[in-house]
C-alpha cells in the first residue's frame, strides 16, 4: 500500500520562503515520476511542478517558474519543493503524487496522492 505524506506547510508573509517534503512509503520512488499540484478554494487543482524518476527532466507552470525549485532524494524515498519569492496568489494546499508512466501536468494521470499541506502566503 502507497503512502504519500506532504509536510513543511505553514503561514509566511509574501517574499517569503518555504520547502515541502513528500515522503513516499509502501514502494520505492525510484520506479515513478513525481510532481505536486495545488488547489486553492474554489478552485480547480493545478499543476505546479513535476520531475522524472532519476531527476533528469523537470517541468514548472509558468506561475512558478523561477521561484520554485522541485528536487528529490530516492535514497530516502522524498520529493521535496522549494519556494522562494512566496506571493499570496500561492496560497492552496499543495498535493504531492506519483505515478510510472511519465512526469506530466495532468491530475488524472497520477495514481497516488498525499492528503495535501496548507500554504498561506500574507500581504
Known amino acids: 500500500q502507497v503512502q504519500l505524506i506532504e509536510s513543511g506547510g505553514g503561514l509566511v508573509q509574501a517574499g517569503g520562503s518555504l520547502r515541502l517534503s513528500c515522503a513516499a512509503s509502501g514502494r520505492t520512488t525510484s520506479v515513478y515520476d513525481m510532481a505536486w499540484f495545488r488547489q486553492a478554494p474554489g478552485k480547480e487543482r493545478e499543476f505546479v511542478a513535476a520531475?522524472?524518476?532519476?531527476?533528469?527532466?523537470?517541468f514548472y507552470s509558468d506561475s512558478v517558474k523561477g521561484r520554485f525549485t522541485i528536487s528529490r532524494d530516492n535514497a530516502k524515498n522524498t520529493m521535496y519543493l522549494q519556494m522562494n519569492s512566496l506571493k499570496p496568489v500561492d496560497t492552496a494546499v499543495y498535493y504531492c503524487?506519483?505515478?510510472?508512466?511519465?512526469?506530466?501536468?495532468?491530475?488524472?494521470?497520477?495514481?497516488?496522492w498525499g492528503q495535501g499541506t496548507q500554504v498561506t502566503v500574507s500581504s
Open positions: 503524487a506519483m505515478q510510472p508512466r511519465g512526469a506530466t501536468v495532468y491530475v488524472p494521470d497520477y495514481e497516488y
Open positions: 520531475i522524472t524518476r532519476t531527476s533528469q527532466f523537470t
